[in-house]
T-cell receptor, first 110, second 114 residues
Framework: GQQVMQIPQYQHVQEGEDFTTYCNSSTTLSNIQWYKQRPGGHPVFLIQ?????EVKKQKRLTFQFGEAKKNSSLHITATQTTDVGTYFC??????????FGSGTKLNVKP | KAGVTQTPRYLIKTRGQQVTLSCSPISGHRSVSWYQQTPGQGLQFLFE???????NKGNFPGRFSGRQFSNSRSEMNVSTLELGDSALYLC?????????????FGSGTRLTVV
C-alpha cells in the first residue's frame, strides 16, 4: 500500500539553528498536509500543499511540494523553544484518505 | 465554536472486553476520520466516514468497526481487546467531501488494555 516515509526521526538543535524534515511517497500524491503535535497534545493542522512545485511560507516555516508531487519538506529558520514538538506530514491520493509519516520529533535547546 | 470532542478521555479495559469510543465533530463538519497513534507505529488510519457512509478503511482487523450518525457524530468500537490495542485513538473532522482545509483533531481517547 501507499507509504509516506519521513526523516529524520529525531532532531536536536540549538535555539537559533535551522531545522528541516522531509517526506517521501512511493506514489504521486493529490496533496500533502503538515501537522504539529506538541508533547501531550494532538496534531494541529499547519498547511496544505496541492500544486506541483508549490512553496508556502508561514513566518519562519517554509513548506515545499516536489515537482513530481512525491516529496515534501518543512524548513524552520532560526528555531525557537516554542517550535518543540513532533512534525507530521500526511499524504493522500484522493483528498480524503491520508497516510501520515512517522513524524520528526524536534527538540530545541535554549 | 466548539472543537472536536472525544469521550472518554481515558479508558482502562481488560483483554477480551470491548470498547466504544465517541467523537463529536465540529458543527457543520460532515467527514470524520479515526486514527490510532502508538509510539512505535505513529498515526495509523482506521476509517473515514462521510454522511453516514464509510468511504475509506485502513488495514485493521475486523475487530475494529465504526459508524456515523445522521448528526455526523461518530463512534468506533473495538471488540475482543488485545494488549496491542493500547493506544491513543484520535478522531479528526473536516468540512466536506474533500479534506481541503486540513483535519481538526480531537484530544483523543487514551485506551489502556491490561
Amino acid at each position: 500500500g501507499q507509504q509516506v516515509m519521513q526523516i529524520p526521526q529525531y532532531q536536536h538543535v540549538q535555539e537559533g539553528e535551522d531545522f528541516t524534515t522531509y517526506c517521501n511517497s512511493s506514489t504521486t500524491l493529490s496533496n500533502i498536509q503538515w501537522y504539529k503535535q506538541r508533547p501531550g497534545g494532538h496534531p494541529v493542522f499547519l498547511i496544505q500543499l496541492v500544486k506541483s512545485g508549490e512553496v508556502k511560507k508561514q513566518k519562519r516555516l517554509t513548506f515545499q511540494f516536489g515537482e513530481a508531487k512525491k516529496n515534501s519538506s518543512l524548513h524552520i529558520t532560526a528555531t525557537q523553544t516554542t517550535d518543540v514538538g513532533t512534525y507530521f506530514c500526511a499524504g493522500s491520493r484522493n483528498f480524503n484518505k491520508f497516510y501520515f509519516g512517522s513524524g520528526t520529533k524536534l527538540n530545541v535547546k535554549p | 465554536k466548539a472543537g472536536v470532542t472525544q469521550t472518554p478521555r481515558y479508558l482502562i479495559k481488560t483483554r477480551g472486553q470491548q470498547v466504544t469510543l465517541s467523537c463529536s465533530p465540529i458543527s457543520g463538519h460532515r467527514s470524520v476520520s479515526w486514527y490510532q497513534q502508538t509510539p512505535g507505529q505513529g498515526l495509523q488510519f482506521l476509517f473515514e466516514y462521510f454522511s453516514e457512509t464509510q468511504r475509506n478503511k485502513g488495514n485493521f482487523p475486523g475487530r475494529f468497526s465504526g459508524r456515523q450518525f445522521s448528526n455526523s457524530r461518530s463512534e468506533m468500537n473495538v471488540s475482543t481487546l488485545e494488549l496491542g490495542d493500547s493506544a491513543l485513538y484520535l478522531c479528526a473532522s473536516s468540512l466536506g467531501q474533500k479534506v481541503d482545509y486540513g483535519y481538526t483533531f480531537g484530544s483523543g481517547t487514551r485506551l489502556t488494555v491490561v
